[in-house]
Structure formats: C-alpha cells, structure tokens
C-alpha cells in the first residue's frame, strides 16, 4: 500500500501502518499485514511518521509495524522519536528487522519498542506478535502470605552460585533448579531467601522444570536495567511453592548479546542484595557477558560427562579463560550421571579423565534414572516427587555443605 492510504477518507478505518525507508523492500510484510489485517492498515514513510503520530488521528491506530534494515541504523534517533511519538500515543510498537545489530535492536527495546521479528518473517510470526501486543497481559496473582516475601528489601549480602554446562545435556539446568531448591529447604525456621535466574536468553528451561509462564516483565526489565530497582526487579520474579522465586528466559528467542554485561551485573547486583543465594543457569555458550558472572559468583560448577564432547570443551574453556587471564580456577566441576561406589573401572576412568584435563572433579553426581526427566517434564524438583532418588541425594548434600560453608562464614565475620 502506498502512504497516501493514510490520508484517505473514504479508506477503511485504519488499526495499525507500517513505518519504514520504503515498505516495498520488505513485501513479506505487505503480505502479512494483508493477510492479518486485509484493508485496514496504511504505510507511511519514516519522514511522514512523525507528523502523523502527533495528529489527532493517530490515536486510532492499535499498534505500527516499524520496518529497518542494516542501512537504517544511521537513523536509529528518528526511529526512536517515531517509537517515542507512537508510545506518547498509546499506541503499540512491533520491531521489525533484518541485519540490525543487537546494539541498535536494544536501543529501540529500551526506546519502546514491544515485540520484535526477524525479517525475512517466519509463518504467522507477525501475526503471533499481533496477538502478543494487543493482549492485555494476564495479572499473576501473589497469595498474601507472599507479599511479605516479595518485597524488595536490599539488606543481603547474597551468595552467587552459578551452572554452566560443558556441553548439552550434561544436566546444568537439573543442578540449578535442584540446588536452587534444597537450599531453599535449608532452614526450616529461618529459611533462606533464595532465586533462581535462568540466562540462557534463547534456550533456557528453568521455567519448564518448575512449570510456570514466561513473561514479557523479563524481557522489558533487562531492555531497561538503568531505571531498574529493586521493586522492578522483584515485581518481574516468579513464586515456586512460596519457597524459591525466578526470573524466567525470555518469552522469546533473542540475542545471546541483547544484554551487556552492564546490564548483567546490575541484574546480578540486585539480586545479591535482595537473596541469600542466587542460583544462575548460564548458557552453555560463552559471551560477552560470561566473564561478568564469571568474576561476579562466589562458586562456578561446571557440568560435565564423562564423553569426548565434554572433554573437548572443557580444554577449549580452559585455553580461552586462561589465554585471557580470567580465573579458570574458580570452576568447580561437577561430573554427571558418575559411576558408582562399587565401580572400582569407572572410578579409575573418572581419576584419569580429571589427569588428563587438568582439572579436579569435585562432585559426583549418580545417574538419576529416568525420574529426573520425568520429574522434569512435570515441572518439580526432585525432592518433591521423587526425594529417595540418589541424584537428589547428592545435590541435597551438596546444598547443605554450601549452606554450612556460608553460614560459617558469616559467623566468622561477626565474631
């Protein structure tokens, strides 16, 4: 559709128009704008934008689609005043773009910005993120026994714990939420306030394995993490079983770069303060911001097994931290699904495998069996549905030798 479809009156009422240098660049777009929206929706360029959100007319449109591409990020200001002008409005912004870099798409997140897609548009994205902004979002009730518990209190001096696995499927995820989760059953009387935070932006399942929804609060609160505080930060957390709370991955997919490790380490920060321990799950990738929560964390476990694919890249590691002169020696590797006490083979493979690395393999986790993928898929930890397995065992000792070591230290520096 051309831009004189805006400023016809005999045009059906218009819901949404796309902005862009020139929308005939992305036709899949005018294709599914068509398809979702049929006649009612009108383009406008990015010079006639600005002076039509300020009109009086403006205010019926439900959301614009904005349309960029690498060549636009040197107009990346009078994008941002178009997102500016149509948020003054009221009105929805939908990002979408090709080859813009993930410092440019951030600026525009943090400009306004409420959904984005990559273009070329996968099938019905469009019309999912049309559905997405126009949805009310849905309150997540906190129970009132809660609202004490929720509140932001900025008086901890926290333990941060992270889990990074040195290859897919080597159980990162299954020790986080599980020690994340007997920590918090450490003290019966005085419980420890404890929160889980899943960083892998893309593929990350802690909300999976304790079955709650994702929400578009984390996405919009690590957009924004310079007016970020506190009660922001405990406001975009999820409750498991009034006991562990959790800030989710991402509804969606996003760059592993979209945040900084700026952004990290005041995510990090507030949750220091306001938790006893912070349990995070990294991305098993290595980025940016990996060095951050590397220095930042009291204790680093490293998940392994015992395979070449494991080895491999637990050298590579180790190579690319000690190349750089970041504390290798702060990983505590944690070999999963270990043989056991009676397999004297396996135990001298385990011996030879931690020789051969270079390193020390400091926990051993059994095999759990199929109920750790069961309990998994049902959104429990293990000691809930399954306390006698042997896995759970040895992360619930594990939990209480971090919790003794901890509390003995804040003992010492009392005393």
């Given at each position: 559709?051309?831009?004189?479809?805006?400023?016809?009156?005999?045009?059906?009422?218009?819901?949404?128009?796309?902005?862009?240098?020139d929308v005939q660049i992305f036709d899949l777009l005018i294709e599914d704008m068509e398809a979702a929206l049929g006649e009612n929706w009108g383009d406008l360029s990015f010079d006639d934008a600005?002076?039509?959100?300020?009109?009086?007319d403006a205010t019926e449109l439900q959301f614009i689609a904005v349309a960029m591409d690498a060549e636009d990020e040197t107009n990346l200001d009078r994008i941002a005043?178009?997102?500016?002008?149509?948020?003054?409005?009221?009105?929805?912004?939908?990002?979408?773009?090709?080859?813009?870099?993930?410092?440019?798409?951030h600026k525009?997140?943090?400009?306004?910005?409420?959904?984005?897609?990559?273009?070329?548009?996968?099938?019905?994205?469009?019309?999912?993120?049309?559905?997405?902004?126009?949805?009310?979002p849905a309150e997540?009730?906190?129970?009132?026994?809660?609202?004490?518990?929720?509140?932001?209190?900025?008086?901890?001096?926290?333990?941060?714990i992270a889990v990074h696995g040195m290859a897919g499927g080597t159980g990162?995820?299954?020790?986080?939420?599980?020690?994340?989760?007997?920590?918090?059953l450490q003290d019966k009387d005085n419980p420890p306030r404890v929160c889980v935070i899943d960083l892998d932006l893309q593929c990350g399942s802690v909300s999976t394995y304790l079955d709650l929804p994702r929400r578009e609060a984390v996405l919009e609160l690590m957009s924004d993490t310079e007016a970020m505080d506190s009660t922001a930060f405990m406001q975009a957390l999820l409750s498991y079983d009034q006991k562990l709370h959790v800030l989710t991955a991402p509804t969606d997919m996003i760059p592993m770069d979209l945040i900084t490790s700026a952004d990290v380490s005041r995510i990090l920060e507030l949750a220091r303060t306001n938790f006893d321990y912070v349990v995070i799950d990294?991305?098993?990738?290595?980025?940016?911001?990996?060095q951050t929560v590397l220095e930042a964390t009291h204790v680093y476990f490293a998940t392994l097994e015992m395979d070449m694919r494991s080895a491999q890249n637990t050298l590579r590691l180790k190579r690319a931290l000690q190349s750089e002169d970041l504390p290798f020696d702060k990983l505590r590797f944690v070999l999963n699904r270990a043989p056991g006490f009676t397999d004297l083979s396996g135990k001298a493979r385990v011996k030879r495998l931690g020789e051969s690395l270079g390193i020390s393999i400091e926990v051993q986790l059994p095999d759990g069996g199929k109920q750790v993928a069961q309990t998994g898929d049902h959104g429990t930890p293990l000691a809930v549905n399954a306390?006698?397995?042997?896995?759970?065992?040895?992360?619930?000792?594990?939990?209480?030798?971090?919790?003794?070591?901890?509390q003995a230290e804040n003992a010492e520096a009392r005393g």
């Open positions: 559709m051309s831009s004189n479809a805006v400023s016809k009156t005999d045009s059906p009422a218009l819901v949404a128009c796309t902005v862009s240098r600005l002076a039509f959100l300020r009109q009086p005043a178009i997102i500016g002008a149509a948020k003054q409005q009221e009105i929805k912004v939908i990002l979408i773009t090709e080859d813009v870099s993930p410092a440019a798409l525009l997140l943090r400009e306004g910005g409420d959904e984005f897609v990559p273009y070329p548009l996968p099938e019905n994205e469009l019309a999912n993120a049309i559905e997405r902004v126009l949805t009310p997540i009730p906190v129970a009132p026994e809660l609202q004490n518990k929720l509140k932001a209190t900025g008086t901890h001096d926290g333990v941060l990162a995820t299954t020790l986080a939420v599980n020690l994340a989760w007997e920590l918090a990294m991305p098993s990738v290595m980025v940016e911001w990996s306390p006698k397995n042997t896995m759970r065992k040895e992360i619930a000792k594990l939990a209480a030798s971090v919790h003794a070591v901890n």
